[in-house]
């Protein structure tokens, strides 16, 4: 066990959740160009406040005037996310200078800082891009892949001994692998349907629009790439290609309930891998009835936020018990 890596990871691991919940927050509170230049705020370090403050940025920004409650969202998420990037180059600090026990964790933190980089240049583009849909999911993945990179750390640096899984439990390991593909292609459709706004295109559950299957128009909905200048606030698609992408994303919450409660029941019959068979059924069912509630209470920002933040731990259970069933930790 390697404690100072481990502490690190750990740490960043948690303002990593922070960020991603942060970041759903903003996002669902129509505050995602709460602040229409980047890095700073209207031309500085924090946001207007004072009125004359308020009043330069209004004449500097005419097209986008001065919302202090949504503003300070943006930058407080910002600055969180520049401390995990310090957080980042402090493990790749610690794998490539620190003790020769760390110099294993090289590949997975130097990835990371990359990985960390790039997620800031996207950052950059959701604002400069005016919420363009692909750039603010590929923003949501990456800060999703982020975070497994961490926990894959956090798993690899906590090992105390070569754990080596019997067979029942390594032929586990698949399934998993599945399951994690399964749960990406729902938290990327998820991303998509927020991106587009889509999330109330069907105003009812289990029907939609009081139909089981309405007008769609999948073609319109599933364009990734679209002009530049634009701004897609509040979304641009027609009401046809929102609930296709809608009824998209309710299929594939389907599919996912079923895959992860297979997995999960087939864990359960595992005795070393009960408890996390049971966390993530107990998981799963909170997602899918926040998924649900989004519909049918009309998108209240708290289930909204907090549906994010299953999506992030259904995926950190997962990668638990993926490193469980492997004989070391990457």
Known sequence: MNRNMHRLAMFAAIVTFCVIVLGAWVR??????????????????????????IESANQAFPERPVETDKAWREM???YLA???????FAMNWLSWRGPRSCRRFRPLTTTLL????????????????????????????????????????????????????NIRIRRMRGAIIFAIVVLALQISLGGWTSANYAALACADVPMCNGQWWP????????VLWREIGVNYEGG?????SRVAIHLTHR????VTLLVLSLLAFRLMKIPRLRGGGQLLLALLLLQFTLGILNVALYLPLPNAVAHN???????????????????RAY
Request: charge should be neutral; glycine fraction near 10%; hydrophobic fraction near 50%.
């Open 236 to 240: 641009i698609l027609d009401q046809p």
């Open 28 to 53: 669902l509170s129509h505050a995602g160009l709460g602040c229409p230049d980047w890095p700073g705020c209207y031309g500085q370090l924090t946001w207007p406040e004072a009125v004359q403050e």
């Open 76 to 78: 407080v998420h910002r």
């Open 309 to 327: 933040a299953g999506a992030a731990l259904l995926l950190a259970t997962l990668l638990s018990l993926l490193n469980r069933t492997s004989y």
């Open 114 to 165: 990359i990985l960390i980089v790039f997620q800031a240049l996207l950052g950059m583009w959701t604002v400069t891009l005016k919420l363009k849909p692909i750039i603010v999911m590929a923003h949501l993945l990456g800060g999703l892949t982020s975070f497994s990179l961490i926990l894959w750390l956090v798993f690899s640096s906590g090992r105390q001994y070569a754990d080596k899984p």
């Open 215 to 222: 007008e769609t128009n999948f073609r319109e909905g599933f």
């Open 82 to 88: 520049g401390g995990l990037m310090l957080l980042v």
């Open 251 to 254: 299929i594939g919450a389907i």
